[in-house]
């Protein structure tokens, strides 16, 4: 008996957080203290002992102590259970939220005594407090959901709700928000379900967050374009659940997209004809440009329903013979049904009225703008005896760039060079941009003025060679990295000039011409001997294979890591070799993580993804996993003695350093 008594005082003190009993008989006071409730109030249990007055009372915090004196009245009326929340204040004045479960009762002598035990809620306060401030007074939406297949959301903010226009739900009729919360899907749209499904995973998987940019599907059927981040959590009970926020960011978009469209339509119009804009959420076609004496002038910019315009303007404009063609041509590509996903754009030949009458051919195909909106180009076909003067009169670079114009649209840019080597950009998409390796906030100066080509081209990941040879030839091909989906690509590149000056825009369009993965997969090497080659120019092999970097720079960054033998290397350290003209910033951290990228993915291309290690943003490479001639040297082997003659790393400068060492060492 004893010993359970000892066992009860035990879990009295140490396992029942914040116990204490009370007399509730005048004077109320505290007639057991445990250990636990001392220390969270920072005490010591004589401070707490006093039978003539409640010492606890005087740690409850003042704006709280007439709500505890009522949970203590009510307890002394009548034998029940009651839950209070109240805050205390700690010996050394931390604030703490703690739920109070008490209960009261009767002792054979009849006085009436009451039990307290204390759990600190002091991190849920916090929480809900900071969720009520984001709620009221940040403009951005916010969701939780399960981690399932097909997760399910267990909250949806107000301004959540809102963004997504649920209407009021009425009985009899749908709530809507509550089916759009049975899978979170519902609420993204269908081109972009397998995207979003890839950070989901991402985020599960690496338990990161992801940011970006994302579409969402309003119940009202209209989009909404927001920025936000997903991050994984574990809740209060243990179960994983993934958290969104979100900043609707529509009206921007549009916004950016309205200028964004305008440049696209200035350039289209140096090469079509006509250009007509078709919004499939809106069912609208509108004329965006033609000629100043087209019949379709008079109708420019003026939105018309698709089924009638294309009576009215398209088909009723079309030779008899070629109406019943454009009009299913036109039909399929409403039901979706011309991109085949090869990224070829879909296009027509048919014959049709000029604006003086005449019948002419005409050419004419959809550029992909979204999911919703498309823009139809087209321009007349002159006849082959024309075709064929024209190419020998004018320029076959220009009559080529027209054709791929034609067939291709992933990019656009317009260069003007002057004859002193300078560049100054014209406009451009934004894709267009990145290649280059600008962000839109700096592309906008480069317009300004001219730039030499070798500095305008420095941040790209092709070389200035390529670059002289598309300018001098018309055409050239670059391997492109795409940072997104993380695979490689090849792009062609037409470049062709719009008048014969010396002077006169050039204007460039690239287009994607990837190689198939088993292609990719076939040209491996079987042998997976990985032999670095530093005393003279470096190189990698893998086997008898040299590794064909498409990045000099990450290269470069590899060359860095074999140089530091084996230890770690920071991004700030990296830059500082990788770009040593420029400080560490936003910017060349961007470059920076791209250029790693670019090398994990090369690396593994070739199976030997391996041999170097990456830490919390720090790369090495794995000395072991590789045979390598200054590795080889250093060991001080007789058989390696001769590899070092006098050169180290040719191709970088910052190699001296190493250089002077061995050399040192020899002498």
């Not at 009169?393 to 992933?410: A, G, H, P, T, Y």
Request: glycine share 6%; net charge negative.
């Amino acid at each position: 008996m004893n010993d359970m008594l000892k066992n009860m005082d035990e879990v009295l003190n140490r396992q029942i957080c914040g116990f204490h009993q009370y007399v509730l008989e005048e004077p109320v006071h505290i007639s057991y203290v445990s250990e636990n409730l001392c220390e969270l109030l920072g005490v010591h249990k004589e401070e707490l002992s006093d039978s003539l007055r409640d010492v606890y009372e005087e740690f409850v915090h003042p704006a709280d102590r007439s709500g505890y004196r009522e949970v203590l009245k009510k307890l002394s009326d009548a034998e029940q259970n009651l839950t209070a929340e109240y805050r205390i204040v700690r010996e050394d004045g931390q604030v703490l939220y703690i739920r109070d479960a008490l209960t009261s009762k009767k002792t054979r002598e009849g006085v009436m005594v009451a039990t307290s035990v204390l759990t600190d809620i002091t991190d849920i306060k916090n929480i809900n407090s900071d969720m009520q401030f984001f709620n009221d007074s940040i403009p951005c939406g916010f969701l939780r959901y399960t981690c399932e297949k097909q997760p399910r959301v267990t909250y949806m903010n107000a301004r959540m709700a809102k963004l997504m226009r649920f209407p009021e739900a009425r009985d009899g009729e749908i709530d809507y928000q509550e089916m759009y919360k049975s899978n979170v899907f519902l609420m993204i749209p269908m081109e972009e379900r397998r995207r979003f499904s890839k950070y989901l995973n991402r985020v599960y998987s690496a338990d990161t967050p992801v940011a970006g940019d994302m579409t969402l599907l309003r119940c009202d059927g209209t989009r909404a374009h927001v920025f936000g981040w997903v991050a994984k959590i574990v809740g209060e009970n243990g179960e994983e659940e993934f958290q969104s926020v979100c900043m609707d960011v529509t009206e921007r978009y549009q916004t950016r997209k309205s200028a964004q469209t305008k440049r696209y339509i200035k350039a289209l119009a140096d090469v079509y004809d006509k250009v007509f804009e078709f919004n499939l959420d809106a069912n609208t076609v509108k004329c965006l440009h033609c000629a100043d004496d087209s019949y379709f002038k008079s109708f420019e910019n003026l939105g018309m329903q698709i089924g009638d315009a294309l009576e009215s303007w398209l088909v009723a404009q079309t030779e008899p013979e070629n109406q019943a063609q454009i009009r299913k041509f036109f039909m399929d590509f409403c039901q979706k049904r011309l991109y085949d996903g090869s990224g070829k754009p879909p296009q027509i030949t048919y014959r049709a009225k000029s604006h003086d009458g005449t019948v002419k051919q005409y050419r004419g195909m959809f550029i992909r703008v979204d999911d919703a909106v498309s823009f139809y180009c087209c321009r007349e076909l002159k006849n082959t005896e024309d075709a064929r003067l024209l190419k020998e009169e004018n320029n076959l670079l220009k009559e080529k760039m027209r054709d791929i114009i034609v067939q291709f649209s992933d990019g656009l840019a317009a260069f003007e060079v002057n004859p002193d080597g300078g560049v100054k950009p014209l406009y451009a998409s934004e894709n267009i941009c990145e290649f280059f390796g600008y962000s839109k906030e700096e592309w906008l100066p480069l317009t300004q003025c001219y730039t030499p080509i070798d500095k305008f081209v420095a941040y790209s990941e092709a070389s200035y060679d390529d670059f002289a040879q598309l300018l001098a030839k018309g055409e050239a091909e670059f391997s492109y990295f795409d940072y997104k989906t993380e695979t490689e690509h090849t792009i062609k590149a037409i470049c062709s000039t719009k008048e014969q000056s010396q002077g006169s825009p050039r204007y460039v369009m690239l287009y994607k011409v990837d190689k198939g993965e088993k292609e990719t997969k076939k040209s491996l090497p079987e042998k997976r001997i990985v032999s670095i080659r530093t005393f003279g120019y470096f190189d990698v092999f893998v086997g008898d294979s040299p590794i064909a970097f498409r990045n000099k720079k990450s290269k470069e960054l590899f060359a860095l890591l074999v140089d530091r033998k084996g230890g770690f290397v920071s991004s700030e350290e990296a830059i500082g070799f990788l770009w040593e003209d420029e400080p560490v910033s936003a910017l060349t951290l961007s470059r920076y993580r791209k250029v790693a990228l670019r090398l994990k993915s090369t690396l593994e291309e070739y199976g030997i993804a391996g041999i170097v290690e990456s830490v919390d943003g720090k790369r090495r490479i794995v000395m072991d996993k590789v045979d390598c001639d200054l590795y080889n040297y250093l060991s001080g082997k007789s058989e390696y003695a001769q590899l070092f003659k006098g050169s180290y790393l040719t191709n970088y400068s910052w190699g001296e350093m190493t250089l002077g060492e061995l050399i040192g060492n020899q002498e």
